[in-house]
């Protein structure tokens, strides 16, 4: 397997999951206010795991997408988690972009299977992290791949806490992940990922918040 690895909470809990089937992880720089933190955890948790680890940069993203997101993009949306505030935050067609290179390192490398980590709380706000674009997508990665290349992603239906209590059942150390959008080394603790990940970790989060 090959996963689309952030240094995020979901695709953090997808690594540990799934290690012993992991050939190799990889980690995207496309400008965004959080990617230089998000990338440490994932090289800090790879490196625990011994699970290779590969650092792709998309500049061309920062150069012509437009998403609050990006470090050019405007002010990060604050204290709600809903699709009205954060639709700034969506960088238009990452996940097909990030999956499309995937299936072509996958292929080159004789593996078969996609990771990502997706889950329900994305749909309304993400186009391309729902169910119906991951299985088109999946179907032509497969048929675009000699080796038939086709997409896992396991948390598509659930939710961040269903992902959360996995992690505590894998005995994973949170405070070595990262979800921030605004990308300071404290996590921020009022934009609208920080809030999700409060409500995700109750009872059992590790992070260090600001507020």
Do not use: W
Request: with cysteine; proline share 2%.
């Amino acid at each position: 397997m090959i996963i689309s690895y952030s240094g995020g909470l979901d695709s953090t809990v997808l690594l540990y999951k799934y290690a012993n089937q992991i050939k190799l992880a990889v980690s995207f720089y496309y400008g965004s206010k959080h990617n230089d933190q998000e990338i440490k955890y994932a090289q800090f948790n790879c490196s625990k795991l011994n699970i290779r680890h590969l650092i792709i940069n998309l500049d061309f993203i920062s150069e012509h997408f437009k998403s609050s997101l990006l470090k050019d993009g405007g002010d990060i949306p604050k204290e709600e988690y809903n699709i009205d505030n954060l639709k700034s935050t969506v960088v238009p067609f990452r996940n097909g972009i990030i999956l499309s290179i995937l299936a072509g390192i996958a292929e080159s490398n004789n593996i078969n299977k996609i990771l990502i980590a997706n889950h329900s709380g994305d749909h309304a706000v993400y186009p391309d992290c729902r169910e119906e674009f991951i299985i088109n997508m999946s179907n032509a990665i497969k048929s675009g791949t000699f080796n038939n290349v086709e997409i896992f992603a396991p948390f598509t239906n659930i939710t961040k806490r269903d992902i959360a209590l996995i992690g505590k059942e894998l005995n994973i150390d949170f405070s070595q992940t990262y979800s921030c959008y605004e990308g300071d080394a404290i996590h921020c603790g009022k934009c609208a990922t920080c809030l999700e990940r409060k409500q995700a970790l109750y009872g059992f989060d590790t992070t260090k918040y600001k507020s």
